[in-house]
């Protein structure tokens, strides 16, 4: 069975190379500024993943969050993910 570390090794591999970021997270770095150099690769990773019918509920949630966060106010934005597809065939299930 295929997991996710050998399907994306190559692109964690060239994302990591041009990352920014410490990879060992402390305290004082637990914030770290997203890359868009990575984009490209989480972006592959999403197409390769993604099942016909897939999309996003709320979307105008979603743009209201980022209305407020780009007037410079604090958000908390969590997901919730509910899947009758086949990453049960690339994850295996937990015991």
């Given at each position: 069975m295929e997991t996710l570390n050998t399907m994306f090794l190559d692109y964690a591999k060239q994302a990591a190379k041009l990352s920014k970021s410490?990879?060992?997270?402390?305290?004082?770095n637990v914030y770290q500024e997203g890359s868009e150099d990575i984009l490209l690769f989480l972006d592959k990773m999403v197409e390769a993943l993604i099942l016909p019918g897939s999309g996003l509920d709320g979307l105008e949630n979603l743009e209201e969050l980022l209305a407020k966060a780009e007037s410079g106010k604090s958000c908390l934005l969590l997901l919730e993910h509910s899947c009758k597809s086949?990453?049960?065939?690339?994850?295996?299930?937990?015991s």
């Open positions: 410490s990879t060992f997270i402390t305290e004082e086949r990453i049960g065939k690339i994850l295996p299930a937990s």
